[in-house]
């Protein structure tokens, strides 16, 4: 039954996908279904702290306009010719990434 409800909340998107984990998550350790220990193993603390640094990394890069700087300096680099910064900016957003993580 909780896998139903989860599955509704998520298929109607009544509520975000987040708060239908925490609820279902919440809903079986109620019912015993598992345990607080067992639920704890299931979380990936490494993941977690990987998405939490990049995150605030960009909050930093945004703060410190980073990204409007790059994207008009390749605006003025192709003379804003869409299709070529279409293309540049695909590839800055695939390489940044490796030197920012």
């Known amino acids: 039954?909780?896998?139903?409800?989860?599955?509704?909340?998520?298929?109607?998107?009544?509520?975000?996908?987040?708060?239908a984990a925490m609820v279902e998550a919440a809903a079986m350790w109620a019912q015993g279904v598992l345990h607080f220990e067992e639920m704890i193993g299931?979380?990936?603390?490494?993941?977690?702290?990987?998405?939490?640094?990049?995150?605030?990394?960009?909050?930093?890069?945004?703060?410190?306009?980073f990204f409007t700087i790059v994207e008009v300096r390749l605006g003025n680099l192709v003379s804003c010719r869409v299709n070529l910064l279409f293309i540049l900016l695909l590839f800055v957003t695939a390489i940044l990434p490796a030197f920012v993580i």
């Open 1 to 19: 039954m909780i896998f139903i409800v989860t599955q509704f909340f998520l298929a109607t998107g009544w509520r975000s996908r987040a708060i």
């Open 42 to 65: 299931h979380v990936d603390f490494n993941a977690l702290a990987l998405l939490f640094g990049t995150m605030v990394l960009v909050g930093v890069f945004r703060e410190a306009n």
